[in-house]
């Protein structure tokens, strides 16, 4: 059960090399050891999407995911997104539309609703809904999450 | 009310504006500061062995296996925590003859539901901590468990406390008028329902957590917590720990979702409270997604016997109901599980001019996880049955559900009234938020439609709710019953050196926005721009005294003591001003950041100016002159036991008899909760609280096997509402200010949660009773929908 594994990743752009327990998930490596606590834990099991993440061009839940699986990996949080300005329309229209309340699914929100934008996702509030629905969110009732995504992608449209 | 009331039309005010939050722009980079995001130099993290079983007698713990594990630091039992920690015991004074049995953090000989903490072991690291906790052997002798409270009072049921004698927590019958002889006339319909609501839990999307330290050098211990209410935690802590309240400092940062989840006082919490005094290291504790299953406080669990009586012409005659209610093993400490049942009494028909009234509440002791104060309080059972019962009354007339509703709803010019229940009402609006929502769903057409698509064989229904909700809490809610929880709220506002404010107070921010609304009214009612106001919350250190955020009281008592200091400060900014300038105040006002001759023209002196002068050059000014340029303001509601709102709500679903799915199509949401702040926060506000209420209407339910094991405490098995099964939420507002404060806010988190469940279950019915089916019991699954169609 302590047995480590030596592992290398990139993320948020930063090489970094740490021994990891090998049964830890890659969310508890990445909050614990690297210290990116943007990435929240809601429920261990790859239900709630509050550690939604990006792994090498892919969003996938970071609990699901064993830190020793990321090995050679670029891995991509909203520290990143953040920081690197990719999404910055995104953030913008949760914080116009007051999309989202305690905060907490937020990071996960944003992630899969960046790959829904960027993956060339149309206006449409179904087709949305169902987009974000691995992603809970207890506050907020959703609307305005979908307002927010509805105002970037028709954003983007024209310009 | 005395005070500013020409501030709401000031060219500076933010009151009444959609602006953005300030707290959002962090939040969406990853910069929250929640309780697991705490890394404190020689931090231990506990983990705990939990009860397997509802109910059994602890005959042996052996830990020495556990405490081998390396990196394990301590491993304590029920009993290690005796003389450590005084026992605690959920009554109030008010709630009369409620009686609840002692509570210890960790059970010490006997366990009374399945996740009682048992052991906690304390390590280095989590993982570890889990570990050794899988090597705690625990030798529990099983008894027979009291797990369904409409057995739990039988002669035959088991005891859970001996020394009651019965399960019974708290009975309380309300009486007025005369409804037997009500429901004995021959002029009225009689409509007899049996009402069901499961129980369901908060599922706060961050767990319940804590970090607690302890400095032995000053006996100082520090509770970092995801809650809503601090100074009470610091109560709690100084009185069970045995440590004087000021050495007790309790924070608050950022919380991911409370909903009154994160109001109470666990064990496992406490537990990690006196680990961390006895151990003399910080501790940290995270529920795991299980854990918060098993214990967060569960809600409702009601059965509700109603009956209603209406003459030919739809008035009421009388309303009478029983109500069982179970609420686990003990009464919740310190607010009590028998609030939930006394708001059903208090709340049940409370729009409708009612005279003869008949209400019931048993609150029974169980072998589940307690059930205590969850959003909406009570409300959605006390509407379900009024406005259930009215609905099905209104068909046995043949009369509209508007049309009954109009002719019961207690007129919009008759407040101040008093309720059957006596309860004080003022300020309401029924009749024009009804109109405002059948306008805004257009409710004949849609009606005609739903008539025309029946006979294509699409089951559409429509169903609506008439609430009040109780906000703005006064001392009769818990202070006057003993409970160590403040109902005023203070806030103190200082001009910084630079000319921006600082803003701290006593109520608390869990996402709904109560800094940002607060930073509103102190920029409007004090004259800066909005982004010269910062604003602390949340910590018993540097905020004023007060009682945190539930029940709907921050932007109606916090936004009130708040409106108060900046009023205050402007004053003495003023008194300044006008020494400076050598006028009178009055000649002055504050506007953008600087002070402005009050009939208009430029800027006299900045604020920037005026602070650095009283603050770095005092010998500018009179001797006799000494500006404090800080003022501190507390509020409290006295005129009333609570300040109700009111709010109208329907619903329209669509019923696919062949499965049993129902969907929600369109909400409609009007909601009075007086002077609206900041619209887009209150609608935020009303969209989410009627998305859980749609959750404990269709999916939410803790589902118990007979002998108490919760079979579905994951995320997988318990359904939550998300976003692709949820409508979009059409929401208006009336505003009717109240009169107990210059403000004139009321609450509005709760609204949402405590009607949505009615409406819905309405519609459900509207669609069902074509096809000669009824449902009355929540949540209304599938299986549920079929068996009330009779085909399963």
Redesign the interface.
């Known amino acids: 059960m302590h047995e480590t594994r030596t592992i290398s990743l990139t993320v948020n752009g930063e090489t970094s090399t740490n021994a990891v327990p090998v049964r830890q998930n890659l969310v508890d490596f990445l909050r614990n050891t690297l210290g990116l606590t943007g990435s929240h834990v809601g429920c261990e099991h790859g239900v709630c999407g509050a550690c939604t993440l990006e792994v090498n061009g892919a969003m996938v839940r970071g609990c699901l995911m064993l830190a020793v699986q990321a090995d050679g990996a670029e891995i991509t949080t909203v520290e990143g997104f953040a920081d690197s300005g990719r999404g910055a329309d995104l953030r913008q229209a949760f914080v116009d539309r007051n999309a989202l309340q305690c905060g907490y699914c937020t990071p996960g929100m944003l992630a899969s609703a960046l790959e829904y934008v960027e993956g060339g996702g149309v206006a449409d509030r179904s087709a949305i809904r169902e987009h974000l629905s691995g992603n809970y969110c207890r506050c907020t009732g959703y609307q305005s999450i979908v307002d927010a995504v509805c105002d970037v992608i028709d954003g983007r449209a024209r310009s | 009310m005395s005070g500013p009331q020409t501030i709401f039309d000031k060219p500076n005010t933010y009151i009444g504006k959609s602006v953005?939050?300030a707290?959002?722009?962090r939040?969406?980079?990853?910069?929250?500061k929640?309780v697991?995001?705490i890394?404190l130099p020689r931090m231990l993290h506990a983990a705990f062995v939990r009860s397997p079983v509802a109910h059994g007698r602890i005959v042996s713990i052996n830990v020495s296996e556990a405490k081998a594990v390396p990196g394990v630091t301590a491993v304590f039992t029920g009993a290690d925590f005796v003389g450590q920690v005084e026992p605690y015991v959920g009554v109030l004074s008010h709630l009369a003859g409620l009686r609840s049995a002692p509570q210890m953090p960790l059970a010490v000989d006997v366990a009374r539901w399945t996740g009682e903490p048992l052991v906690m072991v304390v390590a280095s690291s989590r993982?570890i901590a889990e570990?050794a906790a899988a090597l705690v052997e625990i030798d529990i002798e099983e008894l027979d468990p009291a797990t369904d409270m409409e057995r739990a009072l039988d002669a035959d049921a088991p005891v859970i406390h001996a020394e009651f004698g019965s399960n019974l927590a708290w009975e309380r019958l309300v009486e007025a008028g005369n409804p037997d002889a009500a429901f004995a006339r021959d002029d009225v319909t009689v409509v007899e329902r049996r009402f069901r609501f499961g129980r369901h839990t908060?599922?706060?999307?961050?767990?319940r957590a804590s970090v607690v330290e302890y400095d032995p050098s000053e006996r100082m211990l520090t509770y970092w917590y995801s809650g809503q209410a601090p100074h009470m935690m610091q109560f709690i802590l100084a009185k069970h720990l045995g440590l004087p309240e000021e050495n007790v400092r309790v924070v608050s940062q950022?919380?991911?979702?409370?909903?009154g989840i994160k109001i109470h006082t666990y064990g496992d919490d406490i537990a990690t409270a006196a680990a961390a005094k006895i151990l003399g290291r910080p501790v940290k504790f995270v529920a795991?997604?299980l854990e918060s299953f098993l214990t967060d406080i569960h809600a409702r669990d009601h059965v509700v016997d109603g009956r209603i009586a209406v003459t030919a012409d739809g008035k009421i005659a009388a309303l009478a109901f029983d109500d069982v209610t179970g609420i686990g093993p003990y009464s919740m400490y310190p607010r009590t599980s028998a609030i939930e049942a006394n708001q059903v009494l208090n709340l049940t028909g409370a729009p409708y001019l009612i005279e003869h009234y008949r209400a019931r509440a048993r609150v029974v002791f169980q072998n589940k996880n307690m059930m205590c104060q969850y959003r909406a309080v009570g409300h959605p059972i006390a509407m379900a049955v009024a406005d259930g019962l009215l609905e099905d009354a209104a068909n046995e007339i043949g009369m509209d559900v508007v049309e009954i509703r109009r002719r019961n709803l207690v007129r919009d010019d008759a407040y101040p009234t008093v309720s059957a229940t006596g309860m004080k009402f003022d300020d309401l609006s029924h009749h024009k938020s009804l109109d405002r929502l059948v306008e805004m769903m257009d409710y004949d057409a849609r009606r005609a439609e739903h008539a025309r698509l029946r006979k294509e064989g699409i089951h559409r229904g429509i169903g609506l709710v008439s609430m009040v909700e109780v906000t703005n809490p006064s001392p009769m809610f818990y202070g006057i019953g003993g409970a160590p929880i403040a109902s005023q709220d203070g806030t103190t506002i200082r001009l910084e050196a630079g000319g921006a404010i600082h803003v701290s107070s006593s109520v608390t921010e869990?996402?709904?926005?109560t800094n940002a609304i607060l930073a509103q009214i102190a920029a409007g009612v004090f004259g800066v721009p909005l982004d010269r106001v910062k604003v602390t919350t949340g910590d018993t250190r540097s905020t004023p005294y007060g009682g945190g955020t539930w029940a709907s009281r921050g932007a109606g008592i916090g936004g009130e003591a708040t409106l108060q200091a900046a009023h205050a400060l402007k004053q003495q900014v003023l008194e300044v001003a006008a020494t400076i300038l050598q006028s009178t105040p009055d000649k002055f006002d504050i506007v953008d950041g600087h002070v402005v001759d009050a009939d208009g023209g430029p800027p006299r002196m900045s604020l920037s100016d005026l602070a650095r002068t009283v603050y770095y050059r005092g010998n500018e000014l009179p001797s006799d002159l000494s500006p404090e340029l800080v003022a501190t303001r507390h509020y409290r509601v006295s005129d009333f036991p609570f300040v109700f709102t009111n709010g109208a709500m329907a619903a329209e679903v669509e019923l696919d008899p062949e499965t049993g799915f129902v969907k929600v199509l369109n909400f409609w949401a009007v909601e009075d909760c007086g002077r609206v702040i900041n619209p887009?926060?209150v609608d935020?506000q009303i969209?989410?609280?009627?998305?859980?209420g749609i959750g404990g209407a269709f999916y939410e339910e803790c589902i118990y096997s007979e002998d108490g094991q919760l079979e579905n405490a994951?995320?997988?098995d318990y359904l939550?509402?998300?976003?692709?099964e949820?409508p979009?939420?059409f929401v208006a507002h009336v505003e009717t200010p109240t009169k107990t404060s210059v403000l004139g806010a009321k609450g509005a988190g709760e609204a949402?949660t405590g009607g949505a469940p009615a409406a819905l279950m309405n519609a459900v019915n509207d669609a069902l009773r074509p096809l000669g089916a009824s449902i009355h019991q929540m949540p209304m699954t599938p299986e549920r929908v079929l068996k009330a169609l009779g085909t399963v």
């Open positions: 953005p939050r707290d959002a722009v939040l969406t980079q990853g910069r929250g929640y697991d995001d890394q993982a570990d908060g599922v706060t999307l961050e767990t950022d919380v991911g979702g409370s909903f795991d997604r869990q996402g709904q926005g887009q926060l935020g969209r989410g609280g009627v998305v859980q994951t995320m997988a939550v509402p998300m976003a692709f949820m979009d939420i949402g």
